[in-house]
């Protein structure tokens, strides 16, 4: 009986021991996933205001277009506002 019971207490140290070391190497995992959470984090932040400023320039261009590349020739377009003549 004796005998059985050492044996069980070793078992328990054991299992103790490696629980200690599964709780150590959980703790390291969660210390890393939050790092890396927080820098994908920065990053999808500073990509999104990226993103808007390139979204605004490109409004910007398509709101006054420059002449030559988007807009049409005046002769077409007839000029101030009125529309072009008609061809006879």
């Known amino acids: 009986m004796e005998r ?3 044996k069980l207490y070793l078992q328990n140290c054991y299992i103790m021991k490696e629980n200690e070391r599964l ?7 969660n210390q890393e996933n939050q790092a ?3 820098e994908l984090k920065h990053r999808l932040a500073k990509s999104a205001a990226g ?3 390139n979204a605004a320039a ?3 261009n398509r709101a006054s277009p420059k002449p030559g ?3 049409a020739p ?3 377009a007839g000029g101030k506002g009125k529309p072009a003549p008609k061809p006879k």
């Open 51 to 53: 993103g808007k400023n």
């Open 58 to 60: 490109a409004a910007a």
């Open 4 to 6: 059985l019971n050492t």
């Open 36 to 38: 890396l959470l927080s």
């Open 69 to 71: 590349i988007d807009a």
């Open 74 to 76: 005046p002769a077409q």
């Open 23 to 29: 709780r150590k190497a959980a703790l390291l995992l």
